[in-house]
């Protein structure tokens, strides 16, 4: 880092630390089909909050509703980033992790040292772990490598005798047999998908159309506000869709900044997914959201 910017990031970090949250939006009112926004923030310097990851004490656990208890399932896991049930109950982790990528500015210093304590970047372990409770006890008897030497993966799709893994830049089919605990056949790259993304977008989730002849893909921006070019954009900020085999690729939806999350309402072939929205007008301001996603529909991002 030049001189100069180190002067102006030792500035700009006193400014943050200094710097209070934005009061939230009153709860109920940033609901429904037209949810009040806060006004952007002015401030020369944006809110910019991150958690400090530590690990639970003795004894503690989270608070659940009235009639739940949360109980501790499983340990060890190296950044746990996904989950996915099979048919059997066996439950599959996708272990992966934001890799560091050199800053190309002031704001990528500023990003990287604000996040130093939120455990959120390191080395990516690669692979998706199978925990098995065989007795139904909530308590886990076999755990195993499910598969390894992934890139980055996060979706999980079981379909029609096949299983599927969504890594950051493709998307890749195991033949699976039921009850197996891990897959050692190598597989095959049904679908390229652009790299990695801005902040946390290099997830790639998979989910099948109800009637097992489509999958869909979320794809992350590879910018904040599309500030490096429509050309970086290419099938980003999209929900695709393709063929169990991989053909017949399509954008479904766009405009989605992050998609992260999709299921159907319960009895509906109705899809809806969650969304991070874009980062420095405010700290509730654009807010993340969950929606139904139609074919075709545009949801205004950048």
């Not at 340990?75 to 980033?81: C, M, Q, V």
């Not at 197996?180 to 989910?207: C, M, Q, S, V």
């Amino acid at each position: 880092m030049k001189i100069w910017q180190s002067a102006v990031l030792a500035v700009v970090l006193a400014a943050l630390s200094a710097c209070g949250p934005s009061p939230p939006v009153a709860t109920g009112k940033n609901t429904g089909p037209h949810p009040a926004l806060p006004a952007p923030e002015t401030s020369l310097i944006p809110t910019a909050e991150f958690e400090k990851a530590r690990p639970w004490k003795d004894g503690e656990q989270p608070t659940a509703p009235k009639g739940f208890v949360v109980t501790r399932y499983a340990t060890g896991l190296d950044h746990p980033r996904w989950l996915y049930v099979l048919p059997n109950g066996d439950v599959l982790v996708a272990e992966s992790i934001t890799v560091p990528v050199p800053p190309h500015g002031l704001l990528d210093y500023i990003g990287n040292y604000l996040r130093k304590d939120s455990a959120d970047v390191g080395v990516s372990a690669n692979r998706i772990t199978l925990l098995r409770d065989s007795k139904g006890t909530g308590t886990v008897d076999t755990r195993t490598t499910f598969l390894k030497g992934l890139d980055q993966p996060f979706g999980m799709l079981l379909l029609n005798g096949n299983f599927y893994v969504g890594n950051t830049a493709s998307v890749w089919r195991y033949p699976y047999k039921d009850g197996e605990t891990a897959i050692a056949d190598k597989g095959e790259k049904i679908l390229d998908l652009p790299r990695g993304g801005y902040n946390n977008h290099w997830t790639r989730n998979l989910f099948a159309r109800n009637d097992g002849k489509k999958i869909y893909v979320t794809v992350g921006s590879g910018s904040n506000v599309g500030e490096n070019g429509a050309d970086n954009e290419f099938h980003r900020a999209n929900i695709l869709e393709i063929n169990p085999d991989g053909s017949g690729l399509r954008v479904f939806a766009s405009g989605l900044r992050n998609p992260n999350g999709l299921g159907y309402a319960p009895g509906t072939s109705d899809l809806w997914a969650v969304v991070n929205e874009r980062d420095m007008l405010g700290n509730d301001l654009v807010p993340d959201y969950l929606t139904h996603v139609g074919d075709g529909e545009f949801f205004g991002w950048p």
